[in-house]
T-cell receptor, first 116, second 110 residues
Framework: EADIYQTPRYLVIGTGKKITLECSQTMGHDKMYWYQQDPGMELHLIHYSYGVNSTEKGDLSSESTVSRIRTEHFPLTLESARPSHTSQYLC???????????????FGPGTRLLVL | DAKTTQPNSMESNEEEPVHLPCNHSTISGTDYIHWYRQLPSQGPEYVIH?????VNNRMASLAIAEDRKSSTLILHRATLRDAAVYYCILTEGSNYQLIWGAGTKLIIKP
């Protein structure tokens, strides 16, 4: 069973507020990811990290930012939330393998964000 | 864009086998085929992956066509808890990202 946690699970917040979505994993994985998923739609990669002090942007442009100061922690921040940010945010991690093609990603339960 | 094609939805009866198809006609020689599933209100979970040979694990079997242009995920005896969206995915790019499509919504009838 995957040991990856996300808090909060649900968040309703007003426009203009700063929010941080937390993601932690206890598996010692080097690689971590953030995906965005609208209801009934596919997942889109918005950020990923190869390890401490590494952050990269994914395929989907996002106004959010991430940091990776500790291996186990990969928080996502929105400086000023807007209704267009309403979505589900999923965090994942994987163990780095040379070649990368067989890495298994383990997902957290997600955070459902509603910006009013 | 996703490099795989799957039916939007499928229905099956409980306790019967389920065969979920996936087409990936542009697969390259080194692409692995991954399957994940997403249960309602949860994050995706890994199911199985393979390269050329058929693969089995405790959750499912993966049958890969000889030309590798298609594959089939087999659930040998579906239960109501197997109702989920099933994603067939190829890795892509130098950082081997998973490119997610819309998947197949599997409906299990009691």
């Amino acid at each position: 069973e995957a040991d990856i946690y996300q808090t909060p699970r649900y968040l309703v917040i007003g426009t203009g507020k700063k929010i941080t979505l937390e993601c932690s994993q206890t598996m010692g994985h080097d690689k971590m990811y953030w995906y965005q998923q609208d209801p009934g739609m596919e997942l889109h990669l918005i950020h990923y990290s190869y390890g401490v002090n590494s952050t990269e942007k994914g395929d989907l442009s996002s106004e959010s930012t991430v940091s990776r100061i500790r291996t186990e922690h990969f928080p996502l921040t929105l400086e000023s939330a807007r209704p267009s940010h309403t979505s589900q945010y999923l965090c994942a991690s994987s163990e780095f393998r040379a070649g990368g093609r067989t890495e298994t990603q383990y997902f957290g339960p997600g955070t459902r964000l509603l910006v009013l | 864009d996703a490099k795989t094609t799957q039916p939007n939805s499928m229905e099956s009866n409980e306790e019967e086998p389920v065969h979920l198809p996936c087409n990936h006609s542009t697969i390259s020689g080194t692409d692995y085929i991954h399957w994940y599933r997403q249960l309602p209100s949860q994050g995706p979970e890994y199911v199985i992956h393979g390269l050329t040979s058929n693969v089995n694990n405790r959750m499912a079997s993966l049958a890969i066509a000889e030309d590798r242009k298609s594959s089939t995920l087999i659930l040998h005896r579906a239960t109501l808890r197997d109702a989920a969206v099933y994603y067939c995915i190829l890795t892509e790019g130098s950082n081997y990202q998973l490119i997610w499509g819309a998947g197949t919504k599997l409906i299990i009838k009691p």
